[in-house]
């Protein structure tokens, strides 16, 4: 498995974030085309894993604030699923981004998304009130480490 850091522009990072936009409206409806804006944001911190190069998952991370950094576009192809990618994804993005001085993360993601909360809570991610645009929004809960 080999894990590039790279940014937004990367051509494997835009189809692997089409295809989880697509799968979030299966999950979510309509109500994920209000995150669409929020999503579709240029990161400069991106990484995609590869095994035998094919493009299996990806996940960002961008500022928040001064300490913090709110992790984005965590997704792995359904046929990667349970290989330990997503796991290795997260160690990633917290160590680059420990690297970049931040020290404390946020993330929002779907109540529906068992397996992802379940992994960001052996991560030790903690449930937090809705943040920002995320504030009232049923379908998102947040979390914080």
């Not at 085309?33 to 990161?43: D, G, K, L, T």
């Not at 991610?125 to 943040?131: G, L, T």
Request: hydrophobic share 40%; net charge negative.
């Amino acid at each position: 498995m080999e894990v590039i850091k790279t940014n937004s522009e990367n051509s494997d990072f835009k189809n692997l974030s089409a295809l989880f936009d697509e799968y979030l409206v299966d999950i979510d409806g309509d109500e994920r085309e209000f995150f669409a804006h929020y999503n579709n944001v240029q990161f400069d911190h991106v990484l995609v894993v590869y095994e035998n190069g094919q493009a299996l998952g990806c996940g960002a991370f961008k500022k928040y604030d001064e300490v913090t950094a709110e992790i984005k576009r965590m997704f792995v192809l359904s046929e990667a699923r349970g290989k330990g990618i997503a796991n290795k994804i997260l160690n990633e993005i917290e160590s680059w981004a420990i690297e970049q001085g931040f020290t404390n993360f946020i993330l929002e993601t779907s109540p529906k998304l068992k397996a992802a909360i379940a992994l960001y809570t052996k991560m030790g991610y903690q449930f937090i009130p809705n943040y920002d645009q995320y504030i009232g929004i049923e379908n998102s809960v947040c979390m914080k480490k």
